[in-house]
């Protein structure tokens, strides 16, 4: 009884995403393959969903889609890209600097083995994993995707005329075919 009463006020809160005409939306469909399609929404009728991409106009009928997701904003990969540029740029120069390791023969009389394997991997990592950091994080913030959120097909689909669509202040539909 306290558990609920507690997650009352989380569950009151949570909405139910609709689409609108104008929204980037990602389709899971089912064809002669599954397949995910990201584009515009264009409108939805009652056994239709028109999607907008660049140069053309895509139909699909209700029955064959499976998922379908909202964009809710983009985001960029610096953190996780940091972090592998860490972990295998320490790696790769940690191996390297243990396998570049000379040791020092009986006929060398001014030889010293200062440091031994596991100095010099470990030298190698920290060398490498600060390298890494950097490149990674670079490449993570020139990375940008979609962050999406799954609507219910129940709610999402709710057929959308044109007259709606012009209320929302998007613009019409257009139809490019190119062979």
Do not use: Y
């Amino acid at each position: 009884m306290i558990g609920f009463l507690i997650s009352l006020p989380v569950l009151s809160c949570a909405q139910n995403h609709t689409i609108a005409p104008g929204d980037t939306i990602r389709i899971t469909h089912k064809d002669i393959v599954t397949t995910r399609i990201i584009g515009e929404l264009g409108s939805i009728s009652d056994d239709s969903l028109f999607l907008a991409r660049k140069d053309s106009t895509w139909s699909f009928a209700r029955s064959s889609i499976h998922r379908i997701d909202i964009s809710t904003g983009r985001r960029t990969w610096g953190g996780r890209g940091a972090a592998v540029g860490a972990i295998t740029g320490g790696l790769l120069f940690g191996v390297f600097a243990m396998a570049s390791d000379e040791s020092c023969g009986p006929d060398d009389n001014w030889c010293m083995d200062l440091f031994d394997k596991s100095d010099l991997f470990v030298a190698g990592f920290a060398m490498g994993a600060i390298g890494g950091t950097l490149t990674g994080f670079i490449i993570g913030r020139l990375t940008e995707t979609h962050r999406w959120k799954k609507v219910p097909l129940e709610v999402g689909l709710e057929p959308i005329s044109l007259l709606q669509a012009k209320n929302h202040n998007t613009s019409g539909i257009t139809l490019r075919w190119r062979f």
